[in-house]
Structure formats: C-alpha cells, structure tokens
C-alpha cells in the first residue's frame, strides 16, 4: 500500500463512471465536485503522490473536522493492480477483496454468515490477540439470545422484549448512540404530502416517548430534533444539539388543528398516506405503531404499510418511490454537517424533492466562509435545522440505544460513539 493507491482509490470515488453515492463527502478536495459533475478530469483532483509515502492534498478550505473525516470507509485505499485485475467482480467474494487491516476475511456467505481471521502482515500484528471472529447474520433476536445462553457467540444485542428478562444478568449493558431515526417525507409521489401544513399535523401526532419505552425500552431517548444530543461539542465541551429549539413536539390538539388546514386546502377529508418500511418483524410492530397514532390522532388520515427487505427500502428510499420512510442515520464525522447536507438540494435530489434555497446557502456557507467563525457557524447550523424541522420534511422519532449482552470473559472491545466497534485490542480469557 502506497500514497499512490490512495490516488487512485479517490480519483476512482469522483469518477461520475463509478456512480458512488458517498462521493460527495470528498467534494471539500480541490475539484472532486466539479470531477463528478463531469465538468473535469478525474486527474484534476486535488491529491498526489509525492513519493510512495507521502500523500498530498489540497482542500478548497481549511476544515477543522478534515481529520476525522479520513477515517470513513470512502476514503480507505484500494490497490490499483488488483482491483483492475478483478473488474466488476471486485468485493464480491472472499478471494475478491484485498485487505491492510488487523483481520482478513477468512469465509462469507452472504445473508448468513462470516469470519475472520488475524492478519500475519499487519503492520502490528504482535498487539492483536484475537486469531479470527465469527459473525452470525441472524434476524431472529431470540434465536440470537438462545445461541448466547447456550454459549454459542460471545455477544449479541436484545430486542425490546427481551431486555427486563435480561437486565440483571452479568454482562447486561445500554448505551446510548449517536444514530437518530425519524420518518423521512417525499413530496414528490403524493401531492398530498406538499402541503406543509399535513407534514407538520403528521410531526405532532405520535407519542415518541411511549414508542421508546414500550416498543424498544434499549436506553433510546425519544427525540425532536434531526441531529443528536451530546455527539457534537466544541472545544468548551458545549452541544450542538442544545442551540436547536425544535418547533414540533408530541402535540394532538396541536395536531389536530394543523390537519383542519390542508383538509380545506385540497378540498377533501380522506388522505391515504403509505409506509415504507423494512421486513423484520420489529419493523413491521413499529410500522403498526405509528400507523395507530397517526389514524387515531388524525381522522381522516389512512396509513398503509409497505414491507421490503433493507436492500430494496433503501433502493426505493434512493429513487424516490415512496411516500413516507422510516430512515435511520449516523454521523461519518464528529461534525453536525454530517447530517445536515444530507437535505441540501443536490443531496436528496430524488429522493424527497425538498429544495430550499436558504437552507442551502447555510449548508453552503457551513462549508466554507463560515468555518473561520466556529461560533457563528454553530448558530447558523442550527437556524438550518430548525428551518428543515419547521418545514417537516422529517419527522424525528428517536436517538438509538443498543442492550446488549456481553460474556465476561470478553474485554476491551471499543464502542466508539462517532464509527464502529474495534476489536483490534480485545482479549478473551480462555
């Protein structure tokens, strides 16, 4: 691996041929936006070799958060010979894909399961102590805890019903994480849904604090706003997330009268609404959750919902073939901008036809002549939240816990809040 995979690895990502959907988390380098517009050549982009082991890049602007940022997945490298060598087969199998990591791929059947074993070429391999891992892709969460008592995996997370059972077990632990869930509006398939007023007496008509604790009860917290609390915080240690004031709550008389105006507006009582969802079985008992609130609290509002398994939701999320979607999202990067530009205009192109110029000029000016001013910054992010929460292009529901059951002989695996878990430094006592 040399500076000059990294090259090709990120000219590759720009590359309008190479259709990447993350290839806007690199348009803060020197001519990756105008490269994926096809309006320069993938050679024009502001990175290069200087030797096998210096890399240099240019950046339209300084960017306090760039750091971090290099660590997402996008930005990893690829071997030029062998990914060539491999064509369009390339990360499709175990003998397909190349690695530079603590672990290899050892196996991978897809849908079911896979492992991994210790690398003999990492760089520090004599400070990884686990040989290899073993994942088991298992849908059923009750199956998952059967394995887990009967000593098959080391690890597994719980389902709702499962966590009072289970919270007084050694091993038994909630964290809270920094994804957040919400229902993502299109206006593009049901006119109905334009109207702003219908979109916001739907963001006042479920009880999110009764969801959490009874559908999910895994330490999440319901919550108002888009961004989630205590994940992004300066250098006083200050949130984010506490500059937003959230203009929609839980609210039915609130709701209710926020419905009165679109019924008149587009001249009828009955407003049939569809529900995009994943085919799990949770998915479909929280679907029916928020299908009860929505037409107990909204006469006249009919919700139906659609089940696809995740790979089909979220291609039909993509192409805008939906109504309203439950959507989940994690930050790439310790910075609220990770969420945000998800709404910017050129962003969601597509996929929910929300398009307001004044949201993108903060986007846009959070991107650069604002970075000099922190502060500022922050203020003006927040008035773009609030702007997209005002406008009820999403509905958030909640910030993500996780229960789950852990052996005790496992020990310093890394959770981190921003990424993924590491299990580079863990060690097993038997």
């Known amino acids: 691996m040399t500076a000059h995979d990294f090259v090709y690895s990120w000219r590759r990502v720009v590359d309008p041929k190479t259709a990447s959907e993350y290839a806007y988390i690199m348009y803060d380098i020197k001519n990756a936006e105008a490269i994926n517009k096809s309006e320069k050549k993938p050679e024009e982009l502001g990175v290069k070799a200087i030797d096998d082991h210096t890399l240099q890049l240019t950046l339209n602007q300084e960017l306090p958060y760039y750091k971090e940022l290099l660590t997402f997945g ?61 994942y088991r892709v298992i849908k059923d969460e009750q199956t998952a805890l059967n394995l887990y008592n009967n000593d098959k ?41 334009q109207n702003k007023d219908l979109r916001a007496a739907l ?20 919550i108002d706003t888009f961004t989630p609390e205590k994940v992004f915080t300066n250098e006083k240690k200050e949130d984010y997330n506490k500059l937003v004031n959230a203009p929609y709550t839980y609210d039915v ?43 107990k609290h909204l006469p006249g509002v009919t919700m139906s919902i659609k089940q696809q398994p995740n790979k089909q939701k979220i291609a039909l999320t993509k192409k805008g073939d939906y109504d309203v979607a439950i959507t989940g999202w994690g930050p790439d ?11 910017h205009s050129e962003t969601t192109k597509g996929e929910t036809g929300y398009n307001n110029p004044e ?47 852990t052996k005790k002989e496992v020990h310093r ?18």
């Open 413 to 430: 695996r890394i959770i981190h809040y921003v990424g993924t878990k590491e299990y580079k430094h863990v060690k097993l006592d038997r």
């Open 153 to 193: 995996v080391d690890t597994t997370e719980l389902s709702s019903q499962n966590v009072e059972s289970n919270k007084d077990k050694e091993g038994f632990e909630t964290k809270l994480e920094s994804a957040t869930y919400y229902i993502q509006i299109n206006t593009q398939t049901n006119k109905d849904l």
């Open 74 to 134: 996008t930005f990893m490298p690829l071997n030029e010979k062998f990914v060539k060598k491999q064509g369009s087969k390339y990360g499709t199998t175990v003998d397909k894909t190349l690695y530079s990591g603590p672990f290899v791929m050892k196996s991978w059947k897809v849908e079911d399961n896979y492992s991994l074993k210790k690398n003999k070429r990492y760089w520090d391999k004599d400070h990884v102590s686990l040989k290899g891992i073993n």
């Open 203 to 222: 963001a006042q008509a479920i009880d999110k604090k009764a969801y959490v604790e009874h559908n999910l009860n895994d330490g999440s917290k319901p």
């Open 253 to 295: 008389k609130k709701a209710q009268a926020s419905l009165k105006k679109p019924k008149k507006a587009l001249g009828k009582d009955k407003i049939d609404i569809e529900f995009l969802t994943y085919d799990q079985d949770n998915a479909k008992k929280d679907a029916e959750y928020f299908k009860e609130q929505v037409e």
């Open 333 to 343: 990067y310790p910075d609220p901008m990770t969420f945000l530009d998800l709404f």
């Open 359 to 405: 949201y993108d000029k903060i986007i846009n000016e959070g991107k650069s002549s604002l970075l000099q001013d922190p502060d500022k910054r922050w203020k003006e992010l927040a008035r773009g939240e609030e702007m997209l929460l005002n406008d009820a292009m999403v509905i958030p529901l909640y910030q993500k816990g996780k229960a789950r059951l």
